[in-house]
């Protein structure tokens, strides 16, 4: 990684030497599965300590969802292990069945039983006395806010009331993991972030770990402490939340998150000069092609000398002259589309909404040198 601060790397806590390390509640290491010869997941290892939301990340596909069967004991893979506060569930010679393994589970399709009311339905299963049962169960409905509904059938809840009693029935049985697999996704737009953050909130209250899975970007990062990021059955990056977004690993990485703006050059001793000015390539040797990578909204437009030629004093390199192609309001901001004038390429920059310049209006860009990336060019192939 180049081009990110060091202050973005998280140091390791210091430890007294008499402190002990807990060991994860779940850790998987090295899990590979093949269907018909078709690796869909290939070594993936992750750790999820006790309390803490980790965040199964990548696009449709990927192997999550096979992972996360694995886990849960109802798949098998053909090489790697799954260990619960230290001790092995399943690994060569020895799978542990899925009821036994203290393992919740949540899924897209979490189906309540339709003819059994909500208190039923989430002390499915529980064994007991009857009057501890429900003690858990009004405990539970309260967090999630489904108390006042503790009576009625499925059918008489909206989608996102029948989130919260699933969600009050997977942690009834207090596992000590929760696996959820895309569990908002049935649910409309406003009504998800509610429910991811009033989720969220009961799981750090029940001191779950929880393995969640999703293909969205925007809610692994409202939700996790950590993000593991998948492509290809494999987990190519792997850490909270900034540090993905901020030090992104390739080009691919940073695309997953936004938008990105690429631009092209050559190293020649250890810089790749542009239309912005020099970049900085330490490790690469000349010659090597490389992409520059900015997000849209680290574009800086010079609005103040209102396309007058560049400003003599800038700290953030060249400034590049190009002209407004379009531009767009979206509410909370404008997206404005440049064409740039060195190369006719054109380059999006992210500006508050009270900036809505009118095409043909030229204007100077220049890169926040803190927030780009700058990824040697993958050969295509
Ligand atoms: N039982 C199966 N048999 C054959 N192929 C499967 C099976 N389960 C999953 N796959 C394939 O494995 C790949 C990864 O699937 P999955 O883990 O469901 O991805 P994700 O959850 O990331 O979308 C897909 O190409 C899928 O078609
Ligand atoms: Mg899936």
Sequence with gaps: MIGISPLFETAPPPRTPQQTVPAPRLEIRDLTRAFAGRGVVSGVSLKVMPGQVTCLLGPSGCGKSTTLR???????????????????????????????????????????????????????????????IRARVESLLDKVGMRRHIDRYPHELSGGEQQRVALARALAPSPRILLMDEPFSGLDDRLRDDIRDETLAVLKAEGTAVLLVTHEP????????????????????????????????????????????VIEGTVQGALCDTP??????????????????????????????????????????????????????LGASSLVEFRMDHDGEILRASVPSVFLPKPGTRLWLMMRRDRCFVFPKRRAG
Excluded: W
């Excluded at 098998?76 to 230290?86: C, I, K, N, P």
């Excluded at 912005?276 to 609005?303: A, C, M, N, S, Y």
């Design 70 to 132: 694995i886990i849960a004991g109802v798949d098998r893979q053909d090489a790697g292990g799954v260990y619960v506060d230290g001790a092995p569930i399943s690994e060569a010679g020895l799978h542990m069945p899925p009821e036994e393994r203290g393992i919740g589970l949540m899924f897209q399709d979490f189906a309540l039983f339709p003819h059994l009311d909500v208190a039923r339905n989430v002390g499915f299963g529980l064994k007991g006395p009857k009057a501890e």
């Design 276 to 329: 912005f000015g020099d970049f900085l390539t330490p490790g690469l040797p000349d010659g090597t092609e490389v992409e520059i990578v900015i997000r849209p909204q680290h574009l800086k437009i010079d609005f103040d000398r209102q396309g007058r030629g560049p400003n003599p004093t800038t700290r953030e390199g060249t400034p590049a002259a190009g002209t407004v192609e379009r531009a767009r309001f």
């Design 218 to 261: 925007a809610e692994a990062m409202r939700m996790a402490d950590e993000i593991a990021l998948m492509r290809d059955g494999r987990v190519v990056q792997y850490g909270a939340p900034y540090n993905i977004y901020n030090a992104p690993t390739d080009r691919e990485a940073a695309a997953f998150f936004s938008d990105i703006n």
